[in-house]
Nanobody, 116 residues
């Protein structure tokens, strides 16, 4: 089992920055990919960024060049640095961790609101 707790969300003006954190606990050794997803009101949950233990990163086109995903060396915390935020980035952001069996764990989400 893996537990994920997100933090760092809040209200920011357009053009500003936020850094989200995701603290993982439990069977961290089994995690081989961590990611961030978001869901805006009335929309489906969408991929924002993922990172593998090999260091491979994948970003949604809408955030490339603005967002950066990273982890600490112990792989118990994942980060999402968000710069040049836009009103369209407003959403609940969820942390995800996938284990070696392909099972996905999810955090409870953190709200990000960008005012224009």
């Amino acid at each position: 089992q893996v537990q994920l707790v997100e933090s760092g969300g809040g209200l920011v003006q357009a053009g500003g920055s936020l850094r989200l954190s995701c603290l993982a606990s439990g069977s961290i050794f089994s995690i081989n990919r961590m990611g961030w997803y978001r869901q805006a009101p009335g929309k489906q949950r969408e991929l924002v960024a993922t990172i593998t233990r090999r260091g491979d990163r994948n970003y949604a086109d809408s955030v490339k060049g603005r967002f950066t995903i990273s982890t600490d060396n112990a792989w118990n915390t994942a980060y999402l640095q968000m710069n040049s935020l836009e009103a369209e980035d407003t959403a609940v952001y969820y942390c995800s961790a996938a284990n070696t069996y392909g099972y996905d764990y999810w955090g409870q989400g953190t709200q990000v609101t960008v005012s224009s």
